[in-house]
């Protein structure tokens, strides 16, 4: 039933508001105040004067503008209006019990009566929520007050047998309240109807997620689900849950992982599968180890699908020889794509296959840990095939869901001293026989992955037993060519200064890849572009390209045959060419410099790959007062307005967030990282930051960058302050004042 909530017990607050209905709805009593009379048509009337038709769109927070439009109204009006607040604060979660109670509180004392703090109705079990009613139902609670003051007229003007009948049956309530003007925009047609009818109406304030639920547990897509009324929507989720009811055999919840993986972020579930006898995961125990202590363990994994999308959750099975079920479970970090073999011999060959790339959250080893057994799942899901013939097959909502509740119900594994293993992961390539040369570029916005992309998925392919075959540089504004190429450098003898001319970064790895011509070698590049690339290169900028480059034979010596080029170098004098087994692959932060102002004569010899920030690799978290903060939408928002205002190059990676597992954490990224960029992104334009961050559209409470009013007259005395008119500064909150709904209002902007 509708009212189950896994993180909260919520008993008591559908009881006080059942008390509210008989005593305030049916009746026009009080529930604050012992015989009171309040939900009378003559206050109601009162508040829609004094505060609906009296609205105050100037300066100042919430309580202090609704004290001086209650100036004029009488005490109770007052009180009944300390009452409104507290039935819409029923709800809420992300507001906390204690300033819940200190509002209406401080409402309730300008009628000149004092509340107990310490009433029943205002203790904290009653206060502390059912669900999170986002942002802007808190930003903007006055239009909501707004909305019920008059629904709560249109209800006492109806006649007795009338009001009985509306607020008896959950359908006509529903019909009713969504029904009156204004209201498709109003949360509390979906908070009302839950708090009276709990069994009947999910505890869900957006219509925007109740859309999202039946799309992605149906066939009717969210577009059209929008032509529906309230009622249709409502009705349609009551029937999906006893669906989803039956097939669970117990209560559900929405909000959890197994079904919100499948209408909020629309993830797809695949089974990868893994033969030990075929294959030896060299890694398992590492991988395991690092799961064990909340990290994420990386691999590369076959997979024989072109389907999988970054996002999507993925689950290993081992077959072949006992014992055999789901072992790990993780995330697709990156869409399929061609590689060498994993098989060596075939890799030899020249033969690829298709991989993913794989963040697995928890990994076990079958033959001492608790597993999903192949069994199990074959009884529990018999339509899903569990044992394929290849990795990479899509596994069934249903059967997804089964088998996220089997892996949940697994015994957590004890940290144990468990030995790492070695660096070679599932089909991890060797550089095998020389091929051509390989002249690679990824760019992106910062957090994108590219260091990342180098040391993850290149490096390991020049790392074997005798050691790395790779050098790894950094250019910067200092970066020359006597670093990268060769250039002379002085020596002390005996006292006495000569020079010598010694080889830069790229000439040694030539000369090594020349002694092992069998082998390849990688220059790797981080943020190629903040060097001045035809100053660094020189006249290598012509021996790097693929048709130019210098084939030599088993004892080093270059091919007659070959037609590469070759150059004397200016301090040496020697004749030099960069042999075709040597791969250059670099890194650009499009950040720092647009890729179309790069070299020309680097971008003809280079083939670029774009890496975009990828939100769906990213989850929610919890904001440690038990409600969710959407990393996932938090990114495309801002990102959406930095494209805006600035270019797609300037846009936010997510690794920013990707490591961000607690609130703390994601204040301090936010504090120490996001906000820094801002500033350098728009040179400390505090009004586009305010923009990017939805500080303009909330009240200062809610503000991580606060403007002031600097009044030219109290700044310069005796000076013509109209010509040198007011200005603002900005100033940028504390770390540590960073709260939740600060964060939220970024991607869930008040209207």
């Known amino acids: 039933m509708s009212r189950f909530n896994p993180h909260y017990n919520v008993a008591l607050i559908y009881k006080v508001a059942a008390t509210w209905k008989e005593n305030c709805l049916l009746s026009d009593g009080s529930v604050l105040s012992d015989g009171g009379s309040l939900w009378t048509k003559t206050l109601l009337g009162e508040l829609d004067q004094h505060f609906v038709k009296n609205l105050d769109a100037g300066e100042g927070d919430f309580l202090s503008k609704l004290k001086v439009q209650l100036s004029e109204g009488s005490p109770d009006c007052r009180q009944l209006m300390a009452e409104h607040l507290w039935l819409t604060l029923l709800f809420p979660s992300n507001v906390g019990a204690a300033k819940k109670r200190e509002n209406v509180l401080e409402i309730w004392s300008w009628s000149g009566e004092d509340l107990s703090a310490t009433h029943a109705l205002l203790e904290d079990s009653v206060l502390e929520g059912i669900g999170s009613a986002g942002t802007a139902y808190n930003t903007h609670r006055w239009r909501e007050l707004v909305f019920l003051i008059g629904a709560l007229r249109d209800f006492k003007a109806r006649d007795a047998s009338a009001r009985e009948q509306i607020a008896s049956d959950p359908w006509a309530f529903s019909g009713w309240l969504s029904g009156l003007p204004e209201a498709r925009h109003r949360q509390l047609i979906h908070i009302l109807p839950h708090l009276l009818f709990p069994d009947t109406f999910e505890r869900i304030s957006s219509e925007g997620d109740k859309r999202l639920i039946l799309a992605g547990f149906g066939d009717t897509p969210e577009k059209e689900i929008r032509k529906w009324s ?15 009811e039956d097939e669970h055999g117990g209560d559900i919840d929405f909000y959890q992982e197994e079904f919100e993986s499948q209408w909020k972020n629309q993830t797809k579930n695949w089974l990868l599968s893994w033969n030990p006898s075929r294959w030896t995961w060299g890694t398992l125990a590492a991988d395991r180890a690092t799961t064990i202590s909340g990290e994420k363990a ?7 699908s072109s389907k999988p999308r970054e996002g999507d959750r993925v689950f290993l099975i081992r077959t072949g020889s006992p014992p055999k079920g789901v072992v790990a479970v993780g995330k697709v970090t990156r869409a399929p794509y061609e590689a060498e073999h994993w098989e060596q011999t075939r890799a030899d060959a020249g033969e690829t296959t298709r991989f993913v790339d794989v963040a697995f959250d928890s990994v076990r080893d079958a033959t001492a840990d608790p597993i999903v057994s192949l069994h199990e799942l074959q009884n529990r899901e018999p339509g899903q095939e569990w044992n394929p013939q290849s990795s990479g097959i899509e596994i069934k909502a249903k059967a997804a869901r089964t088998l996220e509740r089997l892996w949940k119900t697994l015994s957590p594994i004890a940290r144990d001293g468990i030995a790492t293993g070695d660096n070679s992961g599932p089909g991890a390539a060797s550089p095998g026989k020389v091929s051509s040369p390989l002249n690679l570029i990824l760019y992106g916005p910062p957090g994108t992955g590219k260091t990342y992309r180098l040391k993850n998925d290149y490096m390991p392919q020049y790392q074997d037993e005798a050691g790395d075959r790779f050098e790894f540089v950094t250019f910067h504004q200092s970066y020359a060519y006597e670093d990268f190429v060769e250039g002379i450098r002085p020596v002390t003898e005996n006292g006495a200064v000569t020079y ?27 943020e190629i572009n903040r060097g001045n690339v035809a100053k660094v290169f020189g006249e290598l900028i012509t021996l790097v390209e693929v048709d130019k480059r210098i084939r030599i034979d088993a004892s080093g010596s270059r091919l007659a045959s070959c037609k590469g080029l070759e150059v004397t170098l200016p301090y040496s004098g020697e004749r030099f060419g960069v042999p075709a087994n040597v791969d250059v692959i670099g890194t650009m932060n499009t ?110 409470e809610l503000q991580l960058v606060r403007a002031r009013t600097q009044n030219a007259a109290v700044l310069f005395p005796k000076a013509d302050s109209v010509e040198i008119g007011d200005g603002e500064a900005f100033e940028i909150i504390r770390e540590d004042d960073i709260t939740p709904d600060a964060i939220r209002k970024i991607y869930e902007p008040p209207e």
Not at 230 to 244: F, G, K, M, N, S
Not at 298 to 304: E, H, I, K
Not at 504 to 513: E, Q, S, T, Y
């Open 591 to 700: 950040a720092d410099r647009s890729i179309a102002l790069l070299d020309s004569a680097l971008r003809r010899r280079f083939r670029f790959e774009e890496l975009t920030p990828k939100p769906e690799l990213l989850a929610s978290i919890d904001d440690s007062e038990g409600n969710a903060i959407d990393l996932r939408q938090l990114l495309l928002a801002m990102n959406a307005r930095l494209s805006r205002l600035l270019h797609r190059d300037q846009t936010l990676g997510h690794s920013y967030f990707y490591h961000v597992k607690s609130f703390d954490e994601l204040r301090r990224v936010f504090a120490r990282e996001i906000l820094p960029f801002l500033q350098e992104a728009f040179y400390d334009d505090w009004r586009q930051i305010r923009y990017i961050l939805s500080d303009q559209a909330v009240e200062e």
């Open 500 to 526: 010598e001319v010694r080889p830069g970064v790229l000439k040694r790895l030539c000369d090594r890849a020349r002694r092992a011509p069998g082998k390849r070698f990688a220059l790797f590049i981080d």
């Open 230 to 244: 309230t009622v249709e929507i409502d009705r349609a989720l009551l029937e999906l849950r006893r669906r989803l």
């Open 298 to 304: 990386d691999n590369r994994w076959r997979c024989s």
